[in-house]
């Protein structure tokens, strides 16, 4: 297949590459200073054996072969190479496992330290930042830390170590050959950091590239139903063809001049090494040094001029684990603006389930032109149903999202039991809430982990009593392993009404004073809305009950109903009331039952 167009990708502006942000990690890995000890013990000894096996190749060929030694003088040397052999095996084996230790350890502790602050923020906070791109930067950010600290980092020491030692036995070798090899070691290793910043480059924009495969992937194949029921496969095709063909581009220039490097690193390496050797033949001619020094001089330099070459790839690497941990100081120093106060108002008890809105408005920050509610009041008694019915962009939504204090108003008052929100911990408010949302949210675990979810050290006895005032019970005992059966990504194992079913389950073991329905009989067929309404019904009892209603037939019964409209109350009643008065809900409801009818 022909070689396709490339085009360059855009991406958002990283943060800056500092090495000072380093630091951040730093700050997790030093909480564990024996491991950091034990691991440069380890690092030193490492670099110490290296370099000694130059000694003892100096000392077999002067000592041995050059002095014409019996057998048992030249095994001895030999015996005592092996010697230093194990020991670089044992010590790299203990820096290996220590450093590994260390950088687990260390991406452990901050991919922890970033969810929990996460989960400190409110939900307006993931809708300005993408919750797809977050999850990058807790594996892919966290991968780059975790591969600096486990390995880069502690390489990079190895390399530096053994090539300063090793550049002090040169000299003691001889200082002449020696200043020849620190003249050309830059000329060596100038051109491979040029050339290595450049592929650093082209791998980057590989990487984007293979990041933009896995999105459209995971884009694709999650709205799979979509693709097919629309018959785009062959447009989808096309999207991941162009987005492969790009990758492999990018690919293309980034191992082409990978190969130009490594011809160039392998003609520079070997041939300073063969100059230096070459005059050093002349030093061994003369007799200023030994044999055994030549060959000490040969091993050694091949060493220094690999750890300094080495040396060369680890400042890019170091740059890319600066760029991913500010990414990752970002989300851990993240505050949110909605927080318990420094002394928070206790709510009092018992629960009463009064809820209050007093002249509120309300903007999104994503939408400040449009205002979700134009000075609000509503006052809803303990124990009262009360039914928010209107348009769509009505603001019933809204009530939702400030009442449990997901956001705040721009002015007006809201009260819980008589407390103003500011004034209270946001977790004592939520707490004395339950909620059945209209699209229920089933995590991708067991039957008795979503159930549980809304009292999570609730007993298989309490759960069963809830599934079976939920309805669900019937379904819940039919499934493979009960309780305990997997219900899939999203629950898709379980049909719409079962997941509602579940969702007022948990709602019920949550046995909060206050309940927020929104509209949990929406797309059902009839048999399951008549068991999630039987289900609803049980719920409401003797609770404070807020109802968002899309289908008016679902509130007939309410004692109260509102009609928002433009994030205002345009009227309020029962439904017979309203149905006479003429007003919005008459025309909403005349086409929803003319429909029906």
Do not use: C
């Amino acid at each position: 297949m022909a070689e396709q167009p490339t085009a360059e990708t855009t991406s958002p502006a990283p943060p800056p590459r500092k090495l000072s942000n380093l630091l951040i990690i730093w700050g997790f890995t030093r909480r564990y200073p024996l491991q950091l000890v034990v691991a440069t013990l380890a690092l030193t000894v490492s670099s110490l054996a290296t370099l000694s096996i130059s000694v003892m190749s100096q000392l077999i060929v002067d000592k041995g072969f050059a002095a014409r030694a019996d057998h048992g003088q030249i095994a001895f040397y030999f015996e005592l190479m092996l010697g230093v052999v194990v020991v670089l095996g044992f010590a790299t084996a203990v820096r290996f496992f220590f450093v590994s230790w260390i950088g687990e350890r260390t991406v452990a502790d901050m991919r922890i330290a970033v969810q929990r602050n996460l989960l400190r923020l409110p939900p307006k906070w993931f809708e300005e930042n993408r919750p797809s791109e977050i999850a990058s930067r807790l594996t892919s950010d966290t991968a780059i830390v975790e591969q600096i600290v486990g390995s880069t980092v502690s390489i990079a020491l190895r390399n530096f170590v053994t090539g300063i030692l090793g550049v002090a036995y040169l000299f003691i070798l001889s200082p002449k050959i020696a200043a020849y090899l620190i003249i050309g070691i830059p000329v060596t290793v100038l051109p491979i950091m040029w050339l290595g910043g450049r592929v650093r480059q082209l791998s980057r924009k590989s990487q984007d590239s293979i990041a933009t495969i896995g999105s459209l992937i995971s884009e694709t194949l999650g709205a799979i139903r979509i693709v097919q029921a629309f018959g785009q496969e062959q447009r989808e095709s096309e999207r991941f063809e162009d987005a492969v063909w790009r990758t492999f581009a990018a690919g293309k220039r980034r191992f082409a001049l990978r190969a130009v490097m490594t011809a160039l690193v392998m003609w520079l390496l070997f041939t300073a090494i063969t100059l230096i050797v070459w005059s050093a033949v002349g030093e061994v001619a003369t007799g200023r040094i030994s044999p055994g020094s030549l060959l000490a001089f040969i091993v050694t330099s091949t060493i220094v001029t690999g750890s300094f070459g080495a040396l060369t790839e680890v400042y890019g690497d170091l740059l890319r684990a600066s760029g991913a941990a500010a990414r990752m100081a970002e989300l851990l120093h993240e505050q949110p603006d909605i927080a318990a106060p420094a002394n928070p108002v206790a709510l009092p008890q018992p629960p009463q389930g009064a809820l209050a809105f007093d002249k509120v408005s309300f903007r999104y920050p994503t939408r400040p032109e449009v205002s979700a509610l134009q000075d609000f009041t509503l006052f809803v008694n303990p124990g009262e149903t009360v039914a928010v019915v209107g348009p769509s962009g009505a603001g019933k939504s809204t009530l939702f999202q400030l009442v449990q204090r997901f956001y705040d108003p721009e002015s007006g008052e809201i009260r819980v039991d008589g407390v103003p929100l500011p004034a209270a911990d946001p977790a004592e408010i939520r707490a004395r809430m339950a909620m059945v949302p209209q699209e229920t949210v089933i995590f991708a675990a067991s039957a008795r982990d979503n159930l549980r979810y809304g009292e999570w050290n609730a007993s298989d006895e309490a759960i069963w009593a809830a599934a079976d005032a939920a309805n669900a019970s019937e379904f819940l005992r039919e499934l493979p392993q009960g309780l305990d059966t997997f219900l899939g990504e999203a629950g898709a194992r379980l049909s719409g009404g079962q997941r509602q079913r579940i969702a007022i389950a948990r709602a019920l073991l949550r046995d909060a004073p206050i309940l927020l329905l929104d509209e949990a009989t929406s797309a059902l067929d009839a048999e399951s809305e008549r068991l999630v309404q039987d289900a609803l019904d049980r719920l409401m009892e003797n609770r404070t009950t807020l109802v968002i209603a899309h289908r008016l037939a679902t509130v007939r019964a309410a004692g109260r109903i509102i009609v928002m409209d433009e994030g205002r109350i345009v009227d309020t009643g029962t439904h017979a009331e309203l149905v006479s008065r003429g007003g919005l809900y008459a025309r909403l409801a005349a086409l929803q039952f003319n429909d029906a009818a």
